[in-house]
């Protein structure tokens, strides 16, 4: 069984880089897209970015300018970093796999991240 | 940027309803859609695919249909663990989710 947890700072400063890691186990990072997805509370989901394990990635054309997501294959990870946040970034951030034409099917539990000095 | 709209945005139902929610594309999807249920505090659940495909484990009282641009899912008898909310997403060009419908106890 596939699982996925998210793992990063709880707290990030206005205008500084938020990054987040995602290890998964149960399984190989290998042959699938792996994607992040966020939910500010209260609100709906909104999709980030995905990457391949090869390392090419496809991101929210909103968010495009700030994101940048990698992959580690020999960690079995991959990671978020998403820059020059503001107070909108409050969010639960999750992880999942999946991408492209491939709807996520298995996720991380989330974890929040508030912006805040 | 595709848009995703669903209707109604609250649904309130009673345990044996029949429960049909709506999502509207702004443009055709073919049949890339998927739908989830989420639960207060825990991460979406996958539960449709490909419009129409139940994903595995998932009661076969979830049903899904649609193409293009307008799609249902559909709960045959909803049950005490249903009361969740449930998203739309498209994944034909990018990702977009619907805006969320809450389905209470009536």
């Known amino acids: 069984q596939v699982q996925l947890q998210e793992s990063g700072p709880g707290l990030v400063k206005p205008s500084e880089t938020l990054s987040l890691n995602c290890t998964v186990s149960?399984?190989?990072?290998?042959?699938?897209?792996w994607s992040w997805i966020r939910q500010p509370p209260g609100k709906g989901l909104e999709w980030i970015g995905y990457i391949y394990y090869s390392g090419s990635t496809n991101y929210n054309p909103s968010l495009k300018s700030r994101v940048t997501i990698s992959v580690d294959t020999s960690e079995n990870l991959f990671s978020l970093k998403l820059s020059s946040v503001t107070a909108a970034d409050t969010a639960v951030y999750y992880c999942?796999?999946?991408?492209?034409?491939?709807?996520?099917?298995?996720w991380g539990q989330g974890t929040l991240v508030t912006v805040s000095s | 940027d595709i848009q995703m709209t669903q209707s109604p945005s609250t649904l309130s139902a009673s345990v044996g309803d029949r429960v049909t929610i709506t999502c509207r594309a702004s443009q055709s999807i073919s049949s890339w859609l998927a739908w989830y249920q989420q639960k207060p505090g825990k991460a979406p659940n996958l539960l449709i695919y490909k419009a129409s495909s139940l994903e595995s484990g998932v009661p076969s009282r979830f049903s899904g249909s649609g193409s293009g641009t307008e799609f249902t899912l559909t709960i045959s008898s909803l049950q005490p663990d249903d009361f969740a909310t449930y998203y739309c997403?498209?994944?034909?060009?990018?990702?977009?989710f619907g805006q969320g419908t809450k389905v209470e106890i009536k």
């Open positions: 999942a796999r999946g991408g492209e034409r491939w709807p996520p099917d298995y």
């Open positions: 149960g399984g190989s990072i290998s042959s699938y897209y």
């Open positions: 997403q498209q994944y034909n060009s990018y990702w977009t």
